[in-house]
């Protein structure tokens, strides 16, 4: 289980952040992964994709799941004013940002906090969890 956080560096989306939760003993133990109190949380950064609009308000949040069939693909890069909290439950997907195509498996979560990225599914298909939360749009 791996968990990513993407942003912007030097103008370009790119994954900030990677790990994996290490959880050890016997008892019941959680790892905090991300925390905010902004509601609703800050504006995106600016994108040079397409704009998707997903019909979420700032401050709203909405818990969709997600299907890819085997070697599908949103190939066109884009952002959203939004928080995307992605849990892949089966299958795989390449998120691809400026940075390259980064792969996530059953188990792997990332956070795509607006910035401009594009999917691809792998062969088997992807089914991802994903919790939506509303961001105000970046001024302009």
Do not use: Y
């Amino acid at each position: 289980m791996r968990r990513f956080v993407t942003g912007v560096k030097d103008g370009k989306a790119c994954m900030v952040q990677v790990t994996e939760p290490k959880f050890e003993g016997a008892s019941i133990s959680g790892d905090e992964f991300i925390s905010f109190s902004a509601n609703p949380p800050t504006p995106r950064p600016a994108g040079n994709g397409a704009f998707l609009d997903l019909g979420v308000a700032p401050g709203v949040v909405k818990w969709l799941t997600i299907n890819f069939p085997p070697n599908a693909a949103h190939a066109q890069m884009h952002h959203t004013d939004s928080i995307d909290c992605h849990t892949i439950i089966a299958g795989s997907v390449d998120l691809i940002l400026d940075d390259g195509a980064h792969r996530l498996a059953a188990g792997d979560s990332v956070i795509v906090t607006g910035v401009d990225h594009a999917w691809q599914a792998g062969d088997e298909g992807c089914t991802s969890s994903i919790l939506v939360i509303g961001t105000p749009a970046p001024n302009a």
